[in-house]
């Protein structure tokens, strides 16, 4: 069997905030089942880590990456080692916001090759940022 995280379980596992519902997060998370996860999942975390609870960017990247290398986990439509890639993005300088390194990677995933973009600090690695045509 296989499913979809939520923000809301993806959260609560990595915070144990409130236990109990951490608890049920854990059951779902930890069992020998496929769960696949949306780059806006992973957005919407790392957004309510770092605003909601107050965790540096350093510590939800290295949370998420930690998440996102459990077996039973695995991004949708983009390639895990893709949105690891974009995840340490994020992290050296804080330039790079998470939205960004998302669609980087399903540019990557996609083998897509030009950006459209008028933000001079999206990452281009491996792809050509053009802001205008």
């Not at 957005?43 to 605003?51: G, P």
């Amino acid at each position: 069997m296989s499913g979809f995280l939520d923000t809301s379980i993806i959260v609560r596992y990595l915070t144990g905030d409130p236990p109990e519902l951490a608890n049920q997060a854990a059951e779902i998370i930890d069992r020998d089942e496929n769960l696949k996860i949306t780059d806006v999942v992973l957005v919407e975390t790392a957004y309510v880590l770092t605003s909601v609870y107050e965790i540096t960017r350093e510590v939800v990247v290295d949370h998420l990456i930690t998440f996102i290398q459990k077996k039973n986990i695995s991004p949708f439509t983009l390639e895990k080692s893709l949105v690891l890639q974009a995840l340490l993005l994020c992290r050296p300088s804080g330039r790079v916001s998470f939205a960004d390194a998302m669609v980087w990677a399903a540019a990557r995933s996609a083998e897509i090759k030009v950006i459209y973009s008028m933000d001079d600090r999206f990452p281009a690695d491996g792809v050509e940022i053009r802001e205008k045509y």
